[in-house]
């Protein structure tokens, strides 16, 4: 479902140099695995989710997703492969301000298929504990709260991977939990393959598989 192939990715520092960022040799999640992803501060967790979402394209190697090589795709095609087949739960939200929670939702769904359902988003948001503030805008939403509709927006279109970058670190300790089970509960549901970053232990030891990326991106020992 998830493969990543010979995977290399630098940036262009101001001095002119190149630091690379990933270099993975091999990588791989099967349809409905669910991994989670550990590792220290900087070490490119986040650069890996961006290529793996096709938000940013590798410099080489072979990124595939549902079969679709989309590091052959253009950035157009890429942000429409992963409209309708990847959800993302990002880190800072990406929530747009002028819109309710309903309505991030909803428009998640157009933007894919053109097709809304209404009652997936609603039962989703009910799901996170957001049903009596769908019609709230996220300047209006703790910090929380916002996170738990950017959860639901990205289970929206039933992806067939969902990538969530520390998707638990903004929600208060009471919800934790609860948002954590949504996502693997939704994911097992709809066999969807879950990549999930973390840096709580109390989050990555529920998970069976738990992947260190500092043991297989080579690139680690060079930043």
Not at 29 to 47: F, I, N, Y
Not at 98 to 108: D, I, K, P, Q, W
Not at 117 to 129: F, I, T, Y
Not at 192 to 219: C, D, G
């Amino acid at each position: 479902m998830l493969e990543l192939i010979d995977v290399r990715k630098s940036f262009l520092l101001p001095n002119g140099e190149q630091l690379s960022v990933l270099d993975i040799p091999e990588f791989r999640a099967a349809a409905g695995e669910q991994v989670v992803l550990v590792g220290r501060s900087g070490c490119g967790k986040t650069t890996l989710l961006h290529v793996i979402a096709g938000i940013s394209r590798a410099d080489s190697g072979r990124v595939k997703v549902n079969g679709w090589d989309i590091s052959l795709l253009s950035e157009a095609e890429r942000d429409r492969f992963r409209a309708e087949h990847i959800g993302y739960v990002f880190q800072t939200f990406n929530l747009l301000p002028g819109f309710t929670a309903l309505e991030n939702v909803l428009v998640a769904m157009r933007f894919a298929r053109g097709h809304v359902d209404k009652a997936r988003a609603k039962q989703l948001l009910n799901r996170v504990g957001l049903g009596n503030r769908m019609s709230h805008r996220p300047p209006m939403l703790s910090v929380g709260e916002q996170q738990r509709v950017a959860v639901a927006r990205a289970l929206a279109n039933k992806p067939k991977l969902l990538l969530a970058d520390e998707p638990t670190a903004s929600v208060d300790s009471g919800n934790q939990q609860a948002i954590l089970d949504l996502i693997r509960e939704t994911c097992q549901e709809e066999n969807v393959t879950l990549l999930l970053v973390t840096h709580a232990p109390e989050v990555a030891q529920q998970f069976q598989r738990i992947e260190y990326l500092e043991k297989f991106n080579r690139a680690v020992v060079k930043l």
